[in-house]
């Protein structure tokens, strides 16, 4: 396994595997790995010759009250997960490499950007796809592996390279749980105990709406409000959002068949999100 820091160098490693006629998978992430991303690794290593995997966390992501200075930075032991998982490469770059001076472009998708926490967290996602942008033209990957939890990222993201083009596969794999449902998450090393204990309220409040789903209960309203019901009986647990949407525009919808069913809410001073899509196997 390599590490690479810089851009150009990490181009020049996947032109040429793809010149061999490599098939090339990439998984961006921010660090603080777990078994989530770690499954995205496994999918890549399934599918494709030569995994890449980057660790760079994203300023451009994140508001000017929000974690970047505290989000876990934790290179060493990622980078030994990462070489258990037989990854190839690990892409490491610093702010200055992705974002040098004179640096203003940026990548927007309208609309959907707003939506979801587009709404909650402003100018987060133009972030997002900034970020994704320029990796994917660096790593320049046949397939990248993107993980559900982050449903509203992996909408965006899909509209951004259906809109521009990129010649990409974007795959979106299933979300990993703790064993009492709670999805795993590099923020859940931010909990208390306590915190820790009433973050599965989350996971309760979408299997509440899913068995209402499951009993005939189609109404986005009346799921929307057995989902909240739950989340307000919880103590210390704050909602943000609780939406049924198009799980590809991630409009609010009225029917809840085939729709995403996402939350966000502040569990202490940790904010959480997950989902369940009604309907699909």
């Known amino acids: 396994m390599l590490s690479i820091i810089s851009p150009s160098e990490m181009t020049a490693f ?12 990439f998984v961006p992430t921010m660090g603080a790995l777990h078994e989530g991303h770690l499954s995205l690794v496994r999918a890549a290593r399934a599918r494709c010759d030569v995994v890449v995997v980057s660790i760079f966390v994203n300023p451009k992501q994140f508001g000017p009250s929000e974690d ?22 690990i892409f490491c770059p610093s702010v200055e490499d992705m974002y040098p001076p004179g640096n203003t472009t940026a990548v927007i998708v309208e609309g959907i950007s707003d939506r ?6 402003p100018g987060h996602f133009y972030g997002v796809t900034t970020v994704v942008a320029k990796l994917f033209n660096i ?10 939890k ?12 259906h809109d521009l083009n990129f010649p990409v596969e974007i795959v979106v794999c ?11 998450s590099s923020r859940n090393m931010y909990l208390t105990p ?28 009346r799921l929307v409000a057995a989902g909240e019901e739950v989340i307000a009986r919880e103590p210390g647990v704050r909602l943000d959002y609780f939406e049924v949407v ?17 939350v966000a809410a502040h569990v202490g001073s940790t904010r959480l999100i997950d989902n369940i899509l009604l309907g699909r196997k």
């Open 14 to 25: 996947t032109r040429r595997a793809r010149q061999a006629g490599k098939r090339v998978g």
């Open 68 to 89: 970047f200075a505290k989000y876990p930075r934790t290179l060493e032991s990622d980078s030994a997960l990462l070489a258990q998982e037989k990854c190839d490469y």
């Open 246 to 262: 198009n799980p590809d525009m991630l409009e609010n919808v009225s029917d809840a068949s085939g729709a995403l069913v996402a």
């Open 194 to 221: 306590e915190a820790r204990k009433r973050a599965i309220v989350l996971s309760r409040a979408l299997l509440r709406v899913q068995s209402l789903f499951e009993q005939g209960e189609r109404d986005s309203a």
């Open 116 to 121: 979801l926490d587009g709404r909650s967290r």
């Open 150 to 161: 982050d449903a509203a990222q992996a909408a965006i993201i899909r509209k951004m390279v």
């Open 174 to 184: 299933p979300i990993v749980r703790e064993p009492d449902g709670l999805a795993m």
């Open 139 to 148: 790593v320049q990957p046949d397939v990248a592996f993107f993980g559900q």
